[in-house]
T-cell receptor
Framework: AQSVTQLDSQVPVFEEAPVELRCNYS??????LFWYVQYPNQGLQLLLK??????LVKGINGFEAEFNKSQTSFHLRKPSVHISDTAEYFC????????????FGKGTLLTVNP | NAGVTQTPKFRVLKTGQSMTLLCAQD?????MYWYRQDPGMGLRLIHY???????AKGEVPDGYNVSRLKKQNFLLGLESAAPSQTSVYFC??????????????FGQGTRLTVV
């Protein structure tokens, strides 16, 4: 069965600093990878997704992620964060052959301080 | 275009009471899902449906039942609520299997407290 590990439960950073949120997955077959963002008291919004092709994926709000098959990772990055990026970020995987669902990591709370 | 709509948004139940959460989507999606979100646990799949009239168990189905009588609606029922079911519930839908051309869309969530 597939699983997702988000290595940091909380990441505090200062405004305009770069940030990386780490995500590793376990699966021996093809995968589709997603990052979702949840702002306080709101639902989940798709940030970006990797389906195939280029391993560098660009998403909304200046975020990007790189798929690394050999390291089974899909880390999320932003070169300069804003206060408004404060939110919880979820990495999720859907596995080929059983891709009727998403399996989520436990989430990383990104707090951007002034 | 409303997308995925969940009703109600908040609810407080007493232990042993029953209730139904409604999820409605207007995107003609085949697949629908119910997740629960608990602090430090991420989202866990309760039940899902791959089409009208079908349902299947997810990771944490105990204590819940679901029905998909109409394509656009997916109901989640709690027959006898327990404090362990205090959680935020999210409904999601997708056109088909999640993959190349399909992503999941989420509702705004239902915050349920069982006292």
């Amino acid at each position: 069965a597939q699983s997702v590990t988000q290595l940091d439960s909380q990441v505090p950073v200062f405004e305009e600093a770069p940030v990386e949120l780490r995500c590793n997955y376990s699966s021996s077959v093809s995968v589709y990878l997603f990052w979702y963002v949840q702002y306080p008291n709101q639902g989940l919004q798709l940030l970006l997704k990797y389906l195939s092709g280029s391993t560098l994926v660009k998403g909304i709000n200046g975020f990007e992620a790189e798929f690394n098959k050999s390291q089974t990772s899909f880390h999320l990055r932003k070169p300069s964060v804003h206060i408004s990026d404060t939110a919880e970020y979820f990495c999720a995987v859907s596995v080929g052959g059983s891709n009727y669902k998403l399996t989520f990591g436990k989430g990383t709370l990104l707090t951007v301080n002034p | 275009n409303a997308g995925v709509t969940q009703t109600p948004k908040f609810r407080v139940l007493k232990t042993g009471q029953s209730m139904t959460l409604l999820c409605a989507q207007d995107m003609n999606h085949e697949y629908m899902y119910w997740y629960r979100q608990d602090p430090g646990m991420g989202l866990r799949l309760i039940h899902y449906s791959v089409g009208e009239g079908t349902t299947a168990k997810g990771e944490v189905p105990d204590g819940y039942n679901v029905s998909r009588l109409k394509k656009q609606n997916f109901l989640l029922g709690l027959e006898s609520a327990a404090p362990s079911q205090t959680s935020v519930y999210f409904c999601a839908s997708s056109y088909h299997r999640i993959g190349m051309n399909t992503e999941a869309f989420f509702g705004q969530g239902t915050r349920l407290t069982v006292v």
